[in-house]
């Protein structure tokens, strides 16, 4: 299990786009181990309707491509 901590900074580049930069830590639980490490992300957000958004984030330990509603 992954469990992102990050803080997010959002820049509105027009009205249905906006770019965000998520610097963090990432606590990780395994079945035996645990852990803490640094975590980052640059995505972007799409608006597709009035409560519908395309969201994609590059970062590490992860990168994810979705929809936030």
Same mark, same amino acid.
């Given at each position: 299990?992954?469990?992102?901590?990050?803080?997010?900074?959002?820049?509105?580049?027009?009205?249905?786009?906006?770019?965000?930069?998520?610097?963090?830590?990432?606590?990780?639980?395994?079945?035996?181990?645990?852990?803490?490490?640094?975590?980052?992300? !640059?995505?972007?957000? %799409? &608006? *597709? +309707?009035?409560? !519908?958004?395309?969201? %994609? &984030? *590059? +970062?590490?330990?992860?990168?994810?491509?979705?929809?936030?509603?």
């Amino acid at each position: 299990v992954l469990v992102p901590v990050v803080a997010r900074w959002t820049l509105d580049l027009a009205p249905p786009f906006s770019f965000f930069i998520e610097p963090g830590i990432a606590i990780f639980l395994a079945s035996h181990h645990g852990g803490a490490g640094p975590s980052f992300a !640059v995505g972007g957000r %799409l &608006r *597709l +309707g009035n409560s !519908v958004d395309a969201v %994609l &984030r *590059l +970062g590490w330990p992860a990168s994810t491509l979705g929809l936030a509603f």
